[in-house]
């Protein structure tokens, strides 16, 4: 029987894919990191006379002003997308989503904010500096370093139980491998930086 599909049939995404573009957008860095400062400053807020917002602040220095940054480079034509997929194009990204963050944090500090959120944006700071540098040359998952370091600061503050996140780390590893935007050695390497930056140095500053 003759094969009659066309090309664009046989290049359509198939439903595995779907899955892993899905994934790769709900586990997106950007919305990790901005849903991660909310959940920490809320938990902050359990001590009397913290504001449980203060996570809000974290999130527009770490997440939204970042994310605005790429956002500008795609519309303009600088960058291919959102997620960055050339290894070349990420280290200016990087460095003013790491300047971004360094004056959000300057400014919770100055304004009080409580000692949770300030330990959570310098882990985060010093994890954008560590894949910067390394980005230069070599393409480390943010994807999976992200994931990874929401599971462990999590499990900082809520114990054991935050453990069960798990899981969503290796799915999104598997989505990012899937899309072959990374390798399986790529997505490892970054959800081993991201959990070991976020499982020391949060820990230890709040």
């Not at 997440?63 to 303009?76: D, N, S």
């Not at 070599?138 to 935050?162: D, F, Q, R």
Request: with cysteine; charged share 10%.
């Amino acid at each position: 029987m003759l094969n009659t599909a066309t090309d664009d049939t046989r290049t359509r995404p198939g439903v595995l894919d779907r899955i892993a573009v899905a994934v790769s957008e709900v586990l997106a860095p950007a919305i990790l990191v901005a849903v991660l400062l909310i959940v920490v400053g809320w938990h902050a807020g359990d001590t009397p006379g913290v504001s449980r917002w203060w996570g809000l602040p974290g999130a527009v220095f770490a997440a939204v002003i970042p994310l605005g940054y790429v956002l500008h480079g795609v519309r303009k034509g600088r960058l291919t997308n959102h997620h960055i997929p050339e290894r070349a194009d990420r280290r200016i990204p990087l460095l003013f989503g790491t300047a971004s963050l360094v004056a959000g944090l300057l400014l919770l500090l100055a304004l009080g904010a409580p000692r949770e959120v300030l330990a959570l944006l310098t882990a985060g700071g010093v994890g954008l500096a560590a894949f910067a540098l390394v980005t230069h040359w070599w393409k480390m998952s943010i994807h999976a370093g992200v994931a990874a370091g929401t599971v462990a600061a999590l499990t900082a503050v809520y114990g054991e139980i935050a453990l069960l996140g798990a899981p969503l780390v290796l799915l999104g590893c598997w989505a990012r491998v899937r899309l072959t935007a990374h390798t399986p050695a790529q997505v490892v390497a970054g959800a081993l930086v991201g959990a070991l930056i976020a499982g020391t140095i949060f820990p230890a500053l709040r």
